[in-house]
């Protein structure tokens, strides 16, 4: 006969450390005030940038108006204007795979095209970068800049461009986007006035930093909006709302298909787990996005998968052992689950671990995240969850020896 283990002798202690851990949470939001909230919850101008250094810049010298199209794969200048026809030059980048190549071309079929190159002609057009700042219009008094990712440069980490806003006076949330080399961010500056800041004015800042190492031009702007204070409360509400509402529905889930006891247990059990990423969160004063939203979402259903097991077994071994006490019950439960629950969180932490290697930015701490939570998840399960069904049980009965003894 298989050994059981004695959970129950660590029901006390599991409540004690999961107390003092939900104080330390509590006490991190107060000393951290908050959240460290990132780009998606905060009201202000919200800009995508990438460090990139210029690879060329065009003007325009001819009476007729040219216009710059582009897209991944080629760019297109369109010659239009009172008594001309319309004509467009297309540079496909896979006929002009180099910058030398395909500047050499635009000369030879634009005469008035004047073009000053700044990078090597050898750089790749596939590196190329285009700046939605640059105006399309081209002209013979302001330069349209066409940036490009340096592959031999160093890769900017997410600290140098905090760094590099550090002299801003208003409050900056920060992003990494994709891959370290690509050198691409998301930068929110708070601006609850509307219009106090401008999205030249982060570009000047970026540059001042960034032009020792890469020259002047060194910002290429991909995307520029502004976000308003509304907006910005009605996506915290709704994440908060969005939680809430799990909670409930597995409270009704567990409460139809076990008992109140049993559903109360759950909740509060998944209500730790969230405390302890949360907790976690605020004290490395990881980024709050919506990422971390679906962090913990992820993290209910798999804490919840893994408590509604064990009340499955519950149920079971109450009909396979009905002379034995509820505290037994609980252990032999918990015995039988353990395995299966060791294998299947080990596994699915190896995916995770992947994933926390292998990405960088966002995606890293959704990883990291995921791996708090599994972690307290086996622990709700071991201990909270059974303890308080145990104790909850511990109760009735003695409620119920309190009524007969009255009779």
Not at 201 to 206: D, R, S
Not at 389 to 404: A, D, G, M, T
Request: with cysteine; glycine share 6%.
């Amino acid at each position: 006969m298989k050994k059981t283990i004695q959970f129950s002798r660590f029901f006390i202690p599991a409540a004690v450390i999961s107390c003092v851990l939900v104080i330390i949470g509590v006490l991190g939001f107060i000393l951290n005030n908050g959240f460290a909230l990132g780009v998606d919850f905060q009201a202000g101008l919200i800009q995508e940038v990438q460090v990139a250094p210029t690879a060329f810049s065009m003007r325009w010298r001819g009476t007729e108006n040219a216009n710059v199209l582009h897209d991944r794969g080629s760019i297109n200048i369109v010659i239009s204007g009172l008594g001309v026809e319309n004509k467009s030059y297309q540079f496909p980048f896979t006929e002009y795979a180099t910058t030398g190549s395909l500047t050499r071309a635009m000369r030879q079929q634009l005469s008035d095209l004047e073009i000053s190159m700044t990078a090597n002609d050898s750089v790749s057009t596939q590196d190329l970068v285009f700046s939605s700042q640059s105006n399309p219009l081209l002209s013979g008094s302001e330069s349209y800049i066409i940036h490009y990712i340096d592959q031999r440069s160093a890769p900017v980490s997410i600290s140098d461009v905090r760094a590099a806003m550090a002299g801003f006076t208003l409050g900056v949330a920060i992003q990494h986007l994709g891959v370290p080399e690509d050198r691409h961010f998301m930068i929110r500056v708070e601006d609850r006035d509307e219009g106090r800041v401008s999205s030249a004015e982060i570009v000047q800042v970026l540059e001042s930093y960034f032009s020792s190492q890469y020259g002047r031009g060194c910002i290429a702007v991909l995307r520029s909006d502004y976000v308003g204070s509304r907006f910005s409360k009605d996506l915290t509400s709704q994440a908060g709302l969005l939680i809430s509402l799990t909670l409930l529905l597995i409270l009704i889930y567990s409460t139809v298909r076990f008992r109140l006891q049993y559903a109360v247990g759950a909740v509060i059990a998944i209500m730790y787990d969230v405390i302890i990423v949360v907790a976690f969160m605020i004290w490395t004063r990881m980024e709050f996005t919506t990422l971390s939203i679906a962090a913990i979402l992820t993290i209910l259903g798999y804490s919840t998968n893994n408590t509604i097991i064990f009340f499955d077994r519950v149920r079971e071994n109450l009909r396979v052992y009905p002379n034995n006490q509820f505290v037994d019950i609980i252990n032999i439960s918990l015995t039988g689950i353990l395995g299966r629950t060791i294998i299947t969180t080990a596994t699915t932490m190896l995916a995770v671990l992947a994933l926390f290697v292998f990405t960088t930015g966002s995606m890293r701490d959704f990883a990291l995240a995921l791996l708090v939570g599994m972690t307290s998840g086996v622990f709700t399960t071991l201990f909270l969850v059974s303890g308080f069904v145990n104790f909850w049980q511990n109760q009735k009965i003695k409620r119920e020896k309190k009524k007969l003894a009255a009779k």
